[in-house]
């Protein structure tokens, strides 16, 4: 579902039944230029902003999203900034007025303000979060990272470079502290790529035992 833009600033959360029931929204939130699949829960005070969330997606309180595409059952914590916009360095000024934004109030002559809109604004780099990734709270994903399925990234962290799939990352920078399995057990993942089903098709596995949970999935696709 594409969402041109959505406000909620109701004291509910808020459904929606004629697009998508299972897409919720608590108060305060906004979705903007986004296409979403859902299930979606964003929680209070969070923007999902040009972005493209597949299902089984979760948002914590006060989170940025901007310019993302976020995979299958990933859950992001709460006062989290993923793909924020970064400023030009290499312009004379990094501030926006330079492309003409949120100068309106400035009493400019239309001659300025003709020069200044005759620059255009950089265009983000896309940030990639893969399918079953984890981000702990107060994190920031710096834009055109791409996490690997599985990732972890720890509480405050900052992550300037991509993460291979299932490593649990941390720090400032953030840095491998270690994978969630052996090479063997993530190769099997990768393989099988287990979060395309949908709840239903995983409906017996034992979610506890990941060598049982991977026989499972591997059986459904015996002929």
């Keep these: ?4 833009r959505f406000d909620n600033f109701g004291p509910e959360v808020f459904h929606s039944p004629e697009t998508n029931p299972l897409i919720q929204c608590a108060p ?8 979403i699949e859902g299930p979606l829960s964003l ?3 969070s923007c999902v902003n040009r972005s493209n969330l597949e299902s089984y997606v979760g948002i914590g309180l006060q989170s940025y999203i ?6 299958k059952y990933t859950l992001i914590g709460s006062r989290v900034s993923v793909g924020g916009f970064e400023h030009p360095t290499e312009w004379l000024s990094i501030g926006a007025f330079q492309w003409g934004q949120s100068v309106d109030f400035w009493g400019l002559s239309p001659s300025m303000q003709n020069h200044l809109d005759s620059f255009e604004k950089p265009i983000p780099e896309s940030t990639t979060i893969g399918a079953d990734c984890w981000i702990g709270n107060n994190s920031v994903i710096l834009s055109g990272i791409t996490l690997s399925p599985g990732a ?8 300037t470079k991509d993460v291979p799939a299932f490593a649990i990352i941390a720090g400032n920078p953030a840095r491998i502290i270690r994978y969630r399995f052996p090479q063997d057990i993530i190769n099997r993942l990768l393989k099988i790529r287990w979060w395309d089903y949908n709840p239903e098709v995983l409906n017996g596995i034992n979610f506890t035992n990941i060598d049982l949970s991977l026989d499972f999935l591997e059986n459904l696709h015996q002929p």
């Excluded at 972890?152 to 992550?159: A, E, H, K, L, M």
Aim: charged share 20%; net charge neutral; proline share 0%.
């Design 1 to 4: 579902m594409y969402v041109k």
């Design 28 to 35: 305060f939130t906004t979705i903007i230029d986004s296409n």
């Design 43 to 45: 929680e209070k005070y």
């Design 66 to 71: 901007s310019d993302c595409k976020v995979g």
């Design 152 to 159: 972890i990234v720890g509480s405050g962290s900052v992550v």
